[in-house]
Nanobody
Framework: QVQLVESGGGLVQPGGSLRLSCAAS????????MAWYRQAPGKQRELVAS???????DYADFVKGRFLISRDNTKNTVYLRMNSLKPEDTAVYYC????????WGQGTQVTVSS
């Protein structure tokens, strides 16, 4: 099991930006694809963006052009830069491995509101 610790969430006005971070324990982080997910109240968790071990990225249609996922394997950390935030982006954001059955972290709350 790998411990995942998300941070960087907060309250932001529509159109604003945030950068989320996810720190992972364990030295094999660099060998696996990672992803950011989110869960809004009353909704199922959904995939937001993913990044392979070779840093190839993919995005859900609803964030394309606004969000940027990246990783720093020297720090065992994956990031999510979120721009042009909308109220519908309000959710708890989580990171996790794409293909490993790893426990979820506590997530970080993002609230977009004026």
């Amino acid at each position: 099991q790998v411990q995942l610790v998300e941070s960087g969430g907060g309250l932001v006005q529509p159109g604003g930006s945030l950068r989320l971070s996810c720190a992972a324990s364990g030295s094999f982080f660099r060998d696996y694809a990672m992803a950011w997910y989110r869960q809004a109240p009353g909704k199922q968790r959904e995939l937001v963006a993913s990044i392979t071990s070779g840093s190839r990225t993919d995005y859900a249609d609803f964030v394309k052009g606004r969000f940027l996922i990246s990783r720093d394997n020297t720090k065992n950390t994956v990031y999510l830069r979120m721009n042009s935030l909308k109220p519908e982006d309000t959710a708890v954001y989580y990171c996790n491995f794409v293909s490993l059955n790893n426990p979820w972290g506590q997530g970080t709350q993002v609230t977009v509101s004026s």
